[in-house]
């Protein structure tokens, strides 16, 4: 069983992914530059709202290179002399990365109550780590409780964010958990330029006779209507989550309820960019199939008579959605639609429209028990 969402997004002007350059991203799409939003840029977003850990009721997974100072910190805590709970600390992140000086070589996902079960494991067995000679940053004792650890976790994880985006982790790849949600990235719906806000600032302290801004500079943005995709494997995020039904259903729940408000933080500051969503599809599929609607825009949306994307995008994406189930067939698929214009220009779609958020949550939670 598939959970698929369709989003489409219509953001003011703003900069909320940058490339190396400072630039709104971007990306070539039938034929014309289009605003991008990357999916790490979505996937982080999601997982970072409050809404997606309250609904869980799991803490958020930490991605860092520093889970030797978490370990550390936990056994300082537990009242060890700082500097074994250190060397400990460093001995057990290698388990996972080489150090590079004091952290390690990459980031590690690591869920909260696996950093708490690594902290309890060595202070069960404290005195042979203690005690155990480190050579060359190596501690036979530590090695042992690793082992012994990993063969718990492999191919699972207590994390709903670790289930939903996976972890990748060359140097053990018995720790890789296979991605139970495929985030596309975010695409305009329609031919995008860029343009540049020339920005001066006062200094408050300059004299009458001292001209000139206090400094200068340009800050490059845009402005689109974006399309967002993601499907999520129901199967899988069961068997990342060590079969848990009940906390895989909450994590779908999450999941939709903080991509509905996932907004990413890029020059938020400086644009205040927070827009909802205008047009919510939600689709429960069975038969292992997947349709991303991106194809509805690769000619490229023009804006109405009236002017705007929301309303021509919204119609291609339905007459889009209603040619895939002429010609594929639509007879097992559950759709529920969401859409903040009561007057939005929908025909195949029309008889899935929810009213609210909790109808269109509670919809999609509903065709997962549903045969």
């Known amino acids: 069983m598939f959970v698929e969402i369709h989003f489409l997004q219509n953001f003011a002007p703003s900069n909320l992914n940058r490339d190396d350059t ?34 869980t009721a799991v803490e958020t997974a930490v991605r860092t290179r520093y889970m030797n100072r978490l370990i550390a910190d936990a056994l300082k805590q537990a009242g060890k002399d700082e500097a074994q709970a250190q060397a400990a ?15 390690t070589a990459v980031l590690i996902y690591l869920s909260r109550s696996e950093a708490r079960e690594i902290s309890a494991r060595l202070l069960e067995k404290w005195d042979e780590v203690a005690a155990a000679a480190l050579k060359d940053g190596k501690n036979p004792v530590i090695e042992t409780i690793a082992k012994d650890l990993f063969k718990t976790l492999k191919n699972r994880t207590s994390a709903p964010d670790i289930a939903l985006f996976g972890r990748m982790l060359a140097e053990k790849p018995d720790l890789n958990i ?17 343009d540049m806000d020339f920005y001066t600032a006062v200094d408050d302290l300059s004299r009458d006779d001292e001209t000139g801004a206090g400094m200068m500079g340009v800050i490059p943005y845009n402005s689109a209507c974006f399309y967002r995709y993601a499907r999520l494997d129901w199967d899988l995020l069961v068997k990342n989550l060590g079969g848990d039904g009940g906390l895989a259903r909450r994590t779908v729940e999450g999941f939709l309820r903080a991509a509905i408000v996932a907004v990413p933080t ?32 690769e000619k490229p949306v023009r804006p109405d008579r009236e002017g705007g994307y929301l309303a021509p995008s919204i119609a291609a994406l339905d007459a889009y959605w209603g040619r895939l189930c002429r010609v594929y067939g639509g007879g097992g698929l559950r759709p529920a639609a969401l859409a903040l214009d009561e007057d939005a220009p929908l025909n195949h779609l029309k008889p899935a429209l929810v009213p609210d958020r909790e109808a269109w949550v509670g919809a999609i939670l509903g065709g997962l028990e549903q045969p």
Not at 28 to 49: N, P, T, Y
Not at 89 to 95: E, G, I, P, S
Not at 268 to 297: H, I, K, T, Y
């Open 22 to 55: 400072g630039n709104p991203k971007d990306t070539d799409f039938g034929g014309v530059r289009r605003a991008r939003i990357s999916s790490q840029c979505l996937k982080r977003a999601i997982r970072s709202e409050p809404v997606f850990a309250a609904t």
């Open 89 to 103: 600390a460093n001995a057990f992140a290698t388990q996972y990365s080489k150090l590079d000086k004091d952290h």
């Open 178 to 194: 296979d991605a139970a949600c495929q985030v596309a990235h975010a695409i305009s719906t329609h031919r995008v330029s860029m």
């Open 266 to 297: 890029g020059k938020q500051n400086s644009f205040a960019a927070q827009n909802p969503p205008d047009f919510c599809l939600g689709v429960v599929r069975r038969d292992g199939e997947s349709w991303s609607l991106a194809n509805a825009f």
